[in-house]
């Protein structure tokens, strides 16, 4: 029987998100691909040209969810405050998802990006996009200097998010959160 070209690709992303999280980018050949995909090795490589064709649309898949997971927290709040904070809130679930393990743009960095200038800029788009929206963030509660208040929070985010990959915890969403209004407190007007 054969799937329809929409199937067949989402049954490749599927597997390839899964294996690639868990395990990295270059620990995962396209043969583990297709056994755990269930698509044969000549769909695959007709679906996605190459496996750096299928790393760039993890990447992409990745960054979709990312920042749907993310709206899901911030759009919520109430507050300018309060939505700022719920950044730090989302990290904290993301974190305790069983399956977490780290930033897959952080690790698909560290894996290549000196050799794939395409996963570096993949990596730095979403690193990008993530301030530009604590950016807005910041402006719109009022931040005499929004660019330079979410400069502080990505790095609490960042480093939060690297901690907690380490530490299997998701405490340090906790401490960057504190630490976030802290900077809050000392930066917004009163």
Not at 19 to 41: K, N, P, W
Not at 99 to 105: H, K, T
Not at 142 to 170: F, K, N, V
């Amino acid at each position: 029987m054969t799937i329809d070209t929409a199937t067949a690709q989402e049954q490749v992303l599927a597997a390839a998100d899964a294996l690639f999280y868990e395990r990295g980018v270059q620990a995962v050949g396209m043969d583990a691909i297709r056994t755990a995909s269930g698509v044969s090795l000549k769909r695959l490589y007709q679906l996605f040209g190459s496996k750096d064709e299928l790393i760039e649309a993890y990447l992409k898949r990745r960054d979709e969810i990312w920042k749907t997971m993310l709206a899901e927290h911030v759009d919520p709040a109430k507050d300018p405050r309060g939505r700022i904070l719920a950044a730090f809130d989302f990290l904290y679930d993301w974190f305790q998802q069983p399956d977490y393990r780290g930033c897959a743009f952080i690790n698909s960095f560290g894996e290549l990006g000196t050799v794939s200038p395409r996963v570096a800029e993949l990596a730095d788009a979403h690193k990008a996009d993530f301030q530009r929206r604590l950016t807005e963030l910041a402006q719109e509660a009022g931040a005499p200097d929004p660019a330079r208040l979410a400069e502080y929070l990505i790095l609490l985010s960042e480093g939060a998010i690297t901690r907690s990959s380490i530490a299997r915890s998701a405490e340090p969403a906790e401490h960057a959160r504190e630490a976030a209004t802290l900077l809050l407190d000392a930066l917004l007007p009163a």
